[in-house]
């Protein structure tokens, strides 16, 4: 499988897939319309959630994996073109099994602070479920510059005070690959 890079690289760098890992559940419960879908049920929401997926994939050719807790046997499918399910197996968790899958030039999409500790220590790039959604959900429009990105995440540093750390930039960098901007669902 080839995956893009995060990190600095020339101007190709974007022209190359990219695999995300998604916390699936994570995600779903950090947006109002996903966790209505939810609310439904668990099957509406993670259905909602690999809809708009499969749209990002269309549009931006990289490759998700999204990763639920499974109650069972485990085991997994496909929810469109560049959107594989994976359900862990009990008693693994969705988050060990992300933590598994992460290494270099990967982007992990999750809101729990040990798991992007973890998967920072493989190479992979954290992002914010929320960061993510926000990105998802933008309005349309030009694109972003990397200076707009740098405001997503800023806080206490070392070093230039006008420049985000290295592990933010490589998550905006992810995240400028989203150029998808779907409609919010009710």
């Known amino acids: 499988m080839f995956v893009g890079s995060v990190g600095r690289g020339g101007a190709g760098e974007y022209n190359r897939p990219m695999r995300w890992l998604v916390d ?12 209505a879908h939810e609310r439904e049920s668990l099957e ?3 259905d909602a959630l690999c809809r708009l997926l499969a749209d990002a ?3 931006s050719g990289d490759q998700f994996t999204v990763v639920f807790d499974g109650a069972r046997g485990g085991g997994a499918t496909f929810a469109g073109r560049g959107v594989r399910i994976l359900f862990s197996r009990a008693p693994e968790r969705a988050d060990h099994v992300l933590a598994r899958l992460a290494g270099a030039g990967v982007a992990v999409v999750t809101n729990d602070r040990e798991l992007r500790k973890t998967i920072a220590r493989t190479g992979a790039v ?3 479920a929320d960061e993510f959604v926000a990105r998802i959900f933008a309005p349309a429009g030009p694109g972003r510059s990397e200076e707009d990105e740098e405001d997503l995440s800023r806080g206490p540093k070392k070093g230039n005070p006008h420049r985000l750390s290295k592990k933010a930039r490589a998550a905006a960098r992810a995240l400028n690959r989203l150029r998808h901007r779907p ?3 009710p």
């Open 24 to 35: 699936g559940y994570n995600v779903i419960r950090c947006d109002p319309g996903l966790a």
């Open 44 to 46: 509406a929401g993670r």
């Open 57 to 59: 994939a269309r549009t």
């Open 126 to 128: 954290a992002v914010t």
């Open 183 to 185: 409609k919010r669902s």
